[in-house]
């Protein structure tokens, strides 16, 4: 069993990673087309999603396990996978999460909570703390 509320932060890395090969992979402020930065909307989105991040880990360290991920890493589907099962989140609900998942989201505990934009930093906080007080409600109740 979890013992952690799991945070996915979905967004697209800023590089390219496609159709690279081993040596030709590009990536990084310092490529620009036309004086402008080649990724510039990815990295807008990095330092959007910041705040959230910033926050999040300064109010609960490791005691939810925070991660960020590419929408096009494979290893998404089983993390979510993963958290469907841990958190008990119903089929339906669960095919609705995967279906709509955008380039930009936030997904808490198995549960699509934000899509395409970053949700206030204080809603996720409230949202983590009531789920961590019911875990412990539950594991302190009487009979258990």
Do not use: H, Y
Request: charged share 30%; glycine share 8%.
């Amino acid at each position: 069993m979890r013992t952690r509320p799991s945070v996915l932060l979905i967004r697209e890395w800023e590089e390219q990673t496609t159709g690279s090969g081993c040596c030709g992979r590009v990536e990084g402020d310092f490529l620009t087309r036309k004086g402008e930065p080649t990724f510039r909307e990815r990295r807008a989105c990095m330092e959007a999603m910041a705040p959230l991040s910033r926050t999040l880990r300064e109010k609960f360290g490791d005691s939810i396990e925070l991660q960020v991920v590419d929408p096009r890493n494979p290893a998404l589907i089983f993390l979510l996978l993963r958290d469907f099962w841990a958190f008990r989140v119903g089929f339906i609900e669960a095919l609705k999460t995967i279906g709509l998942l955008p380039v930009q989201a936030v997904v808490v505990n198995g549960r699509l909570l934000s899509r395409g934009e970053w949700p206030d930093p204080p809603e996720v906080v409230r949202i983590l703390e009531e789920t961590m007080s019911q875990r412990d409600t539950f594991r302190l109740s009487p009979g258990a």
